[in-house]
């Protein structure tokens, strides 16, 4: 099946600092991807939706000067948590869907697990 | 708004044991339901889906029949195996060509021999 990745896969940094997140689609093009976030023992909740040459989507409660999204390419999607505290760690997870796809098409990075001191 | 209720884990199975997880959901419409699985280390794949009231989803011997009348979609397994050891995520999507899902807070599996 499709693949996607994220990197890095786990990222430590010190409260202020603004970390990073790269989404690829590997083996096809994605209009269309999703970021979202994942609390201990917690469902997935959507963060934002990115749509490649276009402004993210974001979804209620979701601040968008701090979690910047850039989805320049059909095959890349970033997420960067500026000046990051405690409150924002978390597992962030990115999915990506191929043009035209239904709910049932999005495939899933391994996530990345943000740890603010 | 839409929401997923699938059971709190961890569970713990022996080699050959049966497997449910209970998933129940609330939505307005007729939300397409899913799910999905987590391997270790990677991320979500879809496992099963159904789309309309009694469908059957199935896949890699799990199974899960969408069910309006009680608003549930259990996954089963007859006999898992060691490799069936993940996290389980019940899903909702809300239908109309749109990509938004609701996930379960995910279940998650261990399988001793």
């Known amino acids: 099946g499709a693949v996607v990745s994220q990197h890095p896969s786990r990222v430590i940094c010190k409260s202020g600092t603004s970390v990073k997140i790269e989404c690829r689609s590997l083996?096809?093009?994605?209009?269309?991807m999703f970021w979202y976030r994942q609390f201990p023992k917690q469902s997935l909740m959507l963060m934002a939706t990115?749509?490649?040459?276009?402004?993210?989507?974001?979804e209620q409660g979701v601040e968008k000067d701090k979690f910047l999204i850039n989805h320049a390419s059909l095959t890349l999607s970033t997420l960067t948590v500026t000046s990051a505290h405690p409150e924002d760690s978390s597992f962030y997870i990115c999915?990506?869907?191929?043009?035209?796809?239904?709910?049932?098409?999005?495939?899933f990075g391994p996530g990345t697990r943000l740890t603010v001191l | 708004g839409d929401s997923v209720t699938q059971m709190e884990g961890p569970v713990t199975l022996s080699e050959e044991a049966f497997l449910t997880i209970n998933c129940t959901y609330t939505?307005?419409?007729?939300?397409?339901l899913f799910w999905y699985v987590q391997y270790p280390g990677e991320g979500l794949q879809l496992l099963l889906k159904?789309?309309?009231?009694?469908d059957k989803g199935s896949n890699k011997g799990f199974e899960a029949t969408y069910r309006k009348e009680t608003t549930s979609f259990h996954l089963e397994k007859g006999s898992v195996q060691v490799s069936d050891s993940a996290v389980y995520f019940c899903?909702?999507?809300?239908?109309?060509?749109?990509?938004?899902?609701?996930f379960g807070k995910g279940t998650k599996l261990s399988v001793i021999p």
């Open positions: 083996d096809f093009q994605a209009t269309t």
């Open positions: 990115s749509n490649e040459g276009s402004k993210a989507t974001y």
């Open positions: 939505a307005t419409g007729y939300p397409s």
């Open positions: 999915s990506a869907a191929p043009p035209g796809a239904g709910t049932d098409t999005q495939y």
């Open positions: 159904a789309t309309k009231a009694d």
């Open positions: 899903a909702l999507g809300s239908g109309a060509g749109s990509y938004q899902l609701t």
